[in-house]
C-alpha cells in the first residue's frame, strides 16, 4: 500500500480542488474541501513538480461534504464537485474569485442557479461496444476509456432520453460503433442540442462514413420516438482525431439548425457554432455584462469574439452602433441571420480575428468603439488584442471570462496600460463543476 500523510485543508485553488501545504510543497486535491483533515497520498511524477496527491481518506469532514448522486463520480470528470453542497460549491468559486482577482477590486457575491441540475442544453456522447450492446458514453478524464453516465444529472432530459433511444435504435440496426485503434466503424459521436426557451432540438450524428444501411428507416424510428426533434444533422469525420465534429454535412431533417430565445432576441445556432450550455444563468451573465457597459444609446460598441452575436445583438438596443468580431465561419453567418432575424439594423458582424480587427481599429480613429465588450476562449486574449485594445483608448473594457487565471493575467496588462478594474461579478454557468464565468468592468484612466 502506498504510504499515506495526514494533512489538513485550509483553502481551495481556482477549479475548487483543496489545497494543502505538505513537504514544502503546495498539492491541489481533488475531492478535499475546507476545513478537512484527511489522508492523501503521493503519485510520483518524473520530477518534484510533475508530482501529485490523491485523496486517500477524509478524517474530519466539513459538514458541507455531500454524498455525490452519480455513480460515474469522480471518473467522468465532468462534475468534479459532487462530494459538496451547491452552497459551499458557491462558496468556494467565490473565495477562488476573491483570492484571483480581489487584488484588482471588489467582488460581487457570485449568483448561483435556482436548481443545478439539467441545466447543459448541449450534450455530446461517443458510441462503443460493450459486452451489453451499444453504449453511448464520455471519455473518462485524461483516458481513450469510454464510460456510461446514465441519465446524467446536469444534462438535459430530453437529450438523456434520445441518448437512450439512440443506444437501442443501434443494437436494433445492428450497426458499429466506430473503433478509434483500427479505424473501422461507423457511429462515432452524437450532438444534441436543446433550445432553453423554444423546445428545438437538434441531433448531430456524426459518422465515419457514409455507409449507413437502413438510414432512412433509422430516422424515421428517432423522429417517431422523439417527436420534440426539430433538425436531424449527418456529420462525417473520417479522420483518426479526437476532434468530434467533421467537416461535412448533411441535413436529413428540417432546417439544420435551432433557435433559442435569451434576454427578449431569438438566436439561430448552427452545429458548429459556439453558444454558452447554460442558457438560464447565460442570460443573467448577459445582463451584468451589459449592465456594466454603462450604454446610454450613443456608444459605439465592439463585441469581440461575438459567436452567434448574443451579447452585441442584446446591447444593440441601448446603443448606437455594434460590430462583432468573430473567427469562427458558421458561428459569424449565425450572427448576420440573428441581427436580420431580430430586426437590429445597427448591429453588423465581420468575421475575423479580434487581435487583427483591434489592431486595424486601433490604427484609425474613426472606427474606435467607445465600449468594447471581450469574451474570449478559455485562454483568454492574446498579447497582440490586447495591446491594441490599450492604443484603442475605449472609455470602457467589459472582460467577459470563463477562466478566472487568464481572465487575471490579461487585466495585469490592461491596468499596466491605463484601465481601472471598477468591479467583479461572478456568475455559475456550471454547477459541479469547477469553472466559474465572470463579468469585470475596467474603465479608461487616462487620456
Ligand atoms: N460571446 C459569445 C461567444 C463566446 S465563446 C457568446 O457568449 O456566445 C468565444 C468565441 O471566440 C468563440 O465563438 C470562438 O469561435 C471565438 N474565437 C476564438 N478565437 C478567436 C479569435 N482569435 N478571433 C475572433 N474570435 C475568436
Request: charged share 25%; with cysteine.
Amino acid at each position: 500500500m502506498p504510504k499515506q500523510y495526514r494533512v489538513k485543508c485550509h483553502e481551495t485553488d481556482a477549479a475548487c480542488r483543496g489545497l494543502v501545504k505538505f513537504n514544502n510543497s503546495i498539492f491541489a486535491v481533488n475531492g478535499l474541501l475546507p476545513g478537512e483533515t484527511a489522508r492523501i497520498e503521493l503519485v510520483y511524477g518524473k520530477d518534484r513538480k510533475s508530482t501529485t496527491a490523491r485523496l486517500a481518506d477524509v478524517e474530519i469532514p466539513s459538514p458541507f461534504r455531500t454524498k455525490p448522486f452519480c455513480e460515474a463520480f469522480p471518473r467522468c470528470g465532468g462534475c468534479t464537485l459532487q462530494h459538496a453542497s451547491y452552497e459551499a460549491q458557491l462558496a468556494m468559486k467565490q473565495a477562488a474569485a476573491k483570492k484571483l482577482l480581489g487584488e484588482f477590486a471588489p467582488v460581487g457575491k457570485i449568483i448561483g442557479m435556482e436548481t443545478p441540475y439539467h441545466y447543459r442544453h448541449k450534450v455530446h456522447a461517443t458510441f462503443y461496444r460493450s459486452r451489453r450492446g451499444m453504449e453511448l458514453g464520455i471519455y473518462e478524464e485524461n483516458t481513450h476509456k469510454v464510460i456510461t453516465v446514465p441519465d446524467c444529472a446536469i444534462q438535459n432530459k430530453t437529450a438523456n432520453a434520445i441518448l437512450h433511444t439512440l443506444r437501442r435504435l443501434a443494437d436494433e440496426f445492428r450497426l458499429p460503433a466506430y473503433n478509434e485503434d483500427t479505424g473501422t466503424g461507423l457511429l462515432r459521436h452524437v450532438l444534441i442540442r436543446c433550445g432553453y426557451a423554444t423546445g428545438q432540438v437538434m441531433v448531430v450524428l456524426v459518422l465515419a462514413n457514409t455507409n449507413f444501411p437502413g438510414r432512412n428507416h433509422f430516422m424515421e424510428k428517432l423522429k417517431t420516438a422523439h417527436p420534440e426533434i426539430t433538425t436531424i444533422i449527418q456529420n462525417i469525420n473520417r479522420k483518426k482525431t479526437s476532434m468530434v465534429l467533421g467537416e461535412s454535412e448533411t441535413v436529413l431533417f428540417g432546417n439544420g439548425y435551432i433557435e433559442d430565445e435569451l434576454c427578449g432576441l431569438r438566436f439561430r445556432i448552427s452545429s458548429k457554432s459556439f453558444y454558452q450550455v447554460n442558457p438560464a444563468q447565460t442570460e443573467i451573465l448577459y445582463r451584468t455584462a451589459i449592465d456594466f457597459a454603462g450604454l446610454t444609446g450613443k456608444e459605439v460598441v465592439l463585441d469581440a469574439y461575438c459567436g452567434t452575436g448574443t451579447i452585441g445583438l442584446i446591447a444593440a438596443g441601448k446603443a448606437a452602433d455594434v460590430i462583432g468580431v468573430e473567427s469562427n465561419d458558421a458561428a459569424v453567418r449565425d450572427a448576420g441571420v440573428n441581427a436580420q432575424e431580430n430586426q437590429v439594423k445597427n448591429a453588423r458582424f465581420l468575421k475575423g480575428d479580434a487581435a487583427e480587427y483591434m489592431m486595424h481599429v486601433a490604427k484609425d480613429k474613426a472606427e474606435r468603439p467607445d465600449v468594447v465588450i471581450m469574451d474570449p476562449p478559455r485562454s483568454g486574449a492574446s498579447e497582440q488584442f490586447l495591446r491594441a485594445l490599450v492604443e484603442a483608448k475605449p472609455s470602457r473594457v467589459v472582460y467577459v471570462s470563463c477562466c478566472m487565471e487568464t481572465l487575471a493575467r490579461d487585466l495585469k496588462v490592461l491596468e499596466k496600460g491605463g484601465f481601472k478594474v471598477e468591479k467583479v461579478q461572478g456568475v455559475d454557468l456550471f454547477g459541479w463543476s469547477g469553472h466559474v464565468e465572470c463579468v469585470v468592468l475596467m474603465s479608461r484612466v487616462e487620456k
